[in-house]
Nanobody, 115 residues
């Protein structure tokens, strides 16, 4: 069974930067989209950024201009560069990869933005 492992979360001050990475345990084929979601207590999980197999990207309005999603050439990993972080970006961030036969999720990584 394929596993997605996230890394890069942590504590950062407002205005700072973090880079999240998500790696699949094995090579994936027939990828449709790779994305990052986030969730805070009591709220629904929301889409932060997504990238299609063709390279098209989509961002939540709240992160446009601050976050950048990217994949490696082999498309085994997806990263999220987060700049100019705000307190309201605090959440658990989840990696999501949709392939033809499955919708895969990582275990989540905590991002805390606080002074």
């Amino acid at each position: 069974q394929v596993q997605l492992v996230e890394s890069g979360g942590g504590l950062v001050q407002p205005g700072g930067s973090l880079r999240l990475s998500c790696a699949a345990s094995r090579r994936l084929f027939a990828i449709n989209t790779m994305a990052w979601y986030r969730q805070t207590p009591g709220k629904q999980r929301e889409l932060v950024a997504a990238i299609t197999s063709g390279g098209s990207t989509n961002y939540a309005d709240s992160v446009k201009g601050r976050f950048t999603i990217s994949t490696d050439n082999a498309k085994n990993t997806v990263s999220l560069q987060m700049n100019s972080l705000k307190v309201e970006d605090t959440a658990v961030y989840y990696c999501n990869i949709r392939i033809a036969i499955a919708n895969l999720w990582g275990q989540g990584t905590q991002v805390t933005v606080s002074s």
